[in-house]
């Protein structure tokens, strides 16, 4: 199968924020392995132009989003430094029809590999958690798809931010940890840190066993997106996006 050529398209629309016809719509017997490694090939395309691999991002960690996609497994995609934000601004611009949803991030101090790591293996390599925002942009038209074509689209990634403040993770009880969601000020969405596979700590270890299955880990220095714990939400120009993490601060994003 000409997973490179596919691999070539998917870029193509990242780049030009162009809609997308599901690629299983136009390629038989796709696999989830085919998909993950259709997604390396487009980001090999990213490095090879410049971009750098910081970090990985877990998706489809709560049971309702499982339910939307009919599966019960999490992906993962790629974090590339051109998609941190360096500022709580998105700029519509080169985006399709992305939605935001509150994460919390991991911050690695030590390598994590294999398929036999506990909580306790993450917790002594982790050097930080911090409150994130993760902007989601489907390539595929009205936001739809199947679980290889959204793994083949690097997991619907586009962007994300991380708040300035970095907090131990034994500071807070991460699964009991309240998120509230407001655009323009009304509550949009709420949630709590429980939402991602049970706990985010949980997260971080699917997400190793996943990497383990190709030879790759959480290398040190890198971030984790551990998933959404609230459903995600369109943003619209004008908007203002405050998520409240309780006892972690708020980000306020401003959408344009
Ligand atoms: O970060 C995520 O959970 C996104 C995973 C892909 C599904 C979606 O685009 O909603
Ligand atoms: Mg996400």
């Known amino acids: 199968m000409a997973l490179q050529a596919i691999a070539d398209e998917i870029y193509r629309h990242q780049t030009t924020a162009e809609e997308l016809e599901k690629i299983t719509l136009r390629y038989d017997g796709l696999t989830v392995e085919d998909a993950y490694a259709i997604q390396q090939l487009t980001i090999q395309k990213y490095t090879t132009a410049g971009d750098k691999l910081i970090g990985w991002k877990m998706g489809l960690t709560s049971k309702a989003k499982q339910q939307s996609v009919g599966v019960d497994e999490a992906i993962y995609g790629h974090l590339l430094k051109s998609m941190e934000l360096r500022n709580p601004e998105v700029s519509l611009q080169g985006l399709i029809h992305p939605r935001v949803e509150p994460e919390i991030a991991f911050v ?20 930080c958690v911090m409150p994130a925002v993760e902007v989601i942009d489907s390539r595929y038209k009205n936001f739809s798809f199947t679980l290889v074509d959204v793994i083949a689209d690097n997991a619907s990634s586009a962007k994300f931010y991380v708040a300035d403040q970095a907090f131990s993770p034994y500071q807070f009880q991460l699964d009991q940890v309240g998120v509230v969601m407001k655009r323009n000020g009304e509550v949009s969405q709420t949630g709590a840190g429980a ?23 959480i290398e040190p220095g890198m971030v984790v997106l551990t998933g959404g714990i609230t459903e995600a939400i369109y943003i619209y120009d004008g908007d203002r996006i405050s998520i409240e993490f309780e006892g972690m601060g708020e980000i306020n994003l401003s959408i344009h």
């Open 195 to 217: 939402a991602v596979l049970g706990h985010p700590v949980r997260s971080i270890i699917e997400q190793v066993h996943m990497l383990s299955r190709t030879g790759k880990a």
């Open 108 to 127: 690695f101090k030590h390598k994590l590999e294999g398929t036999d790591i506990t909580p306790r293996d993450v917790w002594l390599a982790t050097e």
